[in-house]
């Protein structure tokens, strides 16, 4: 009876052991997550603090039914001009309803909306033609809005 007493005493000993382990171990765990995921979501809260190379500003306007994109210099034109190798930062917005920014090619894709301004970093490498087009129902002319992005 004694013997039983105390191998039982030893299982609980183990359990209790393996229970503070697995607590231990799971809290390491959600602090490595929790870490790692802190830092993934500071490049997305604020990426212009990521970046350390010189970059231009192009405004991008979305409207029904076209785009219009104006540089730095204060130009502006409805195809948009990128040189290779640049980096730019878009600052995207829209005249009147809600449009989407959609470079298929690029990998791009962001929502254009009324009153507030969405980013996005580009840097192309490989000079060529892109197309742009919208990718949110926007009215009658919707299909229309699709125009070239020239990277030189
Ligand atoms: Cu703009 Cu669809």
Same mark, same amino acid.
């Given at each position: 009876?004694?013997?039983? %007493?105390? %191998?039982?005493?030893?299982?609980?000993?183990?359990?209790?052991?393996?229970?503070?382990?697995?607590?231990?171990?799971?809290?390491?765990?959600?602090?490595?997550?929790?870490?790692? $995921?802190? @830092?993934?979501?500071?490049?997305?809260?604020?990426?212009?603090?990521?970046? %350390? @190379?010189?970059?231009?500003?192009?405004?991008?306007?979305?409207?029904?039914?076209?785009?219009?994109?104006?540089?730095?210099?204060? $130009? $502006?034109? $409805?195809?948009?001009?990128?040189?290779? #190798?640049?980096?730019?930062?878009?600052?995207?917005?829209?005249?009147?309803?809600?449009?989407?920014?959609?470079?298929?090619?690029? #990998?791009?894709?962001?929502?254009?909306?009324?009153?507030?301004?969405?980013?996005?970093?580009?840097?192309?490498?490989?000079?060529?033609?892109?197309?742009?087009?919208?990718?949110?129902?926007? #009215?009658?002319?919707?299909?229309?809005?699709?125009?070239?992005?020239?990277?030189?």
């Amino acid at each position: 009876m004694k013997r039983l %007493s105390s %191998s039982r005493t030893d299982h609980n000993k183990i359990f209790k052991a393996l229970e503070i382990a697995t607590i231990v171990a799971t809290s390491l765990i959600l602090a490595y997550l929790a870490i790692i $995921s802190i @830092e993934g979501l500071q490049v997305l809260w604020a990426p212009s603090t990521q970046v %350390s @190379e010189p970059y231009t500003v192009i405004k991008v306007e979305a409207y029904q039914f076209g785009w219009r994109f104006i540089y730095p210099n204060g $130009s $502006s034109s $409805s195809t948009l001009y990128l040189e290779k #190798g640049k980096l730019y930062r878009l600052d995207i917005t829209s005249r009147d309803v809600a449009h989407a920014f959609f470079v298929p090619e690029l #990998g791009l894709k962001i929502d254009a909306i009324p009153g507030y301004i969405n980013t996005l970093w580009v840097k192309v490498d490989k000079p060529g033609k892109y197309t742009l087009v919208c990718a949110e129902l926007c #009215g009658v002319g919707h299909y229309a809005m699709i125009v070239d992005i020239i990277v030189e």
